[in-house]
Every structure is written in C-alpha cells, then in structure tokens.
C-alpha cells in the first residue's frame, strides 16, 4: 500500500504540471492588457510599455513558461500580485482554509443526507417514499446554487435572522458562517449521492447472499447497513471524489455572494482585474488539493473493500516471488 500512495504522489507531479501549463496559456489569450488595466487607460504609451517589461510581458511565451515553471516548481514561489503587489503564497495559506472548509461541510451535509435519502429510495422501491425521494433528487440537480444561495440569505437571514448573511468569523466560533453557503453548494451532490446511492443498493439488495442473510434471521436493519450498503459504497465513494472537485469550483459564486474571502472569490477577483499570477497561483493549488482528494478516496476504496487490499499484496507477492526466482 504505502508503495501505491508514493506511486500516486509521484503521477501527481506531471497532473500539477499540466495544469500550470494549461492556466498559463489560457492566460495568454485572455483579452485585455494588464498594463493598461493597472495604470488605467490615460497612461501614456511610454508608460504602458515600461510596465510590460516590469511585468515581463515582453518576452516569448516560452522564456515566461520556462521562468514560471521553475519559479513554482523549484522555489515554490507563486509571485505577487500585479495589481497589490502582495505576495501570492501568504494570502493563499490564509484563504485556502476557508475553501476547504467549506468543500468538507457541505460534502458532509450533502452525502449525509443523501445516502440516507438514497437508502429510502432504494428499500422501498416504486412507493412513495421513493417517488418522494428522487422528486427531491431532481430537484437539487436542476436548481442553480447562486438562485438558492438568495433564497437561503432571505429567509434566514432576512426574514428569521437565524444565521448571518455574509462574512466570517474565526475558528470554530465562525462555523455559522459557513452553513448557508454549504447549504446553497451542497444541492447538486446531495441530489447526485441520493440518486448513486439508491441505483447501488438496488443492485446490491437483489444479491444472493442478501438473500441468505434475511434466511438466516438477520435484522433487516443490519441487512441493509452492515451487509448492502458495505458493498454499495465503491460507487458512492467515487461520486464522493467528484461532488468535491466540483464542490471547490462551485465556491467561485457561493463565496462571492456571501462574501467568503476564499479562494473563490480571490480568483474571481483576479480574473476581473486580469491578475494573471493570482489566477494561475489558485489554480494550481486547487488543483493539488483536488488531488489530494482522488487519492484519499482511492485509499478509502482499500478500506472498504478488501479485494482491492487482496490485489495490492498479491501484486507485491509476485513481484517477491519473481525476484527470487
């Protein structure tokens, strides 16, 4: 196993890489002239062009590659922002908590509430309590989050005054802060865990030995928790590793409009203000930690299913065997 995880490390070097190549040359084609955007569109040509150079915007696209390349990748340096002149990796480490936070609260509130709901769907197939379900399910899929983010921050915000609007707080005495953006983000997968959910129990509860378990006496309880939905959750755990990529690119919209100052809303701002070196620094850091994640939930596929650690050992017991040999 632990030769698997440095395995995956390793391939997460060429990932990190393609990205920062891919953002950098996006980049390129945006329109609009930072220059210009920076000093304002009265700066004097003399002006615009002394800033290019100051920015390196002069040179070939392969030197500026070549340069930004070696910059993040040998002195994990990120740069500073051309247009406050701050330093990219120090703001990232204050913002970057905040985004994950976020991605962990409402993927827990999304498969929390939507395994459970898929469960129901699946155990009481073609009866309303299923009908109900999936009605719910579509639901979430079809409703945009930013429309339930001001229709969550009207209710309990305005009308209830429960939770606060925008902002946040600090430490675990801010986590109010957090629970109407998740609850805004969290609709898409939890309506995609429910829908997972109830089609692999489908598949898991017409098994055999299913079948022998209720022979046998076995509470239908532990049936279901302990003996289905034990060998459903591969597929419910490879939704789990999705809904949180798309959960730390939907966090772009959610913190702007709760004013979470996250990553999202740093590269949004960025974008706006064409401040590449923010936009190809955040990118590249969401990109590390959505790989982080696909390689904690591959870790979670050996714990769950033991096959998977069965073919892990065999592998290593081969190669013993051949080496001897």
Known sequence: MLRYIVKRLLWMIPIILGVTILVFTMMIFCPGDPAEIILGSTAMEADLAAKRVELGLDKPYLIRLATYISDVFFHFDLGVSWITNVDIMSTIADRMPRTLILAVVTLVIAFGLGIPLGITAATHQNKWQDHVSMVLALIGVAIPNFWLAL????????KLGWLPAMGVGTGLAGIQYYILPALANCAGALANSARQTRSAMLDVIRAD???TARSKGVAERQVIIKHALKNALLPIITTMGISFGRMLGGAMIIETIFSLPGMGSYIIGAVNNRDYPIVQGGSIMLAIAFSIAMLL?????????????AQYASSKKRKKVKAVA
């Open 209 to 211: 030995y299913i079948t």
């Open 151 to 158: 229709l969550l921050i009207i209710l309990f915000s305005v």
């Open 297 to 309: 939930i591959d870790l979670l596929y050996a714990a769950v299913d033991p096959r998977i650690k």
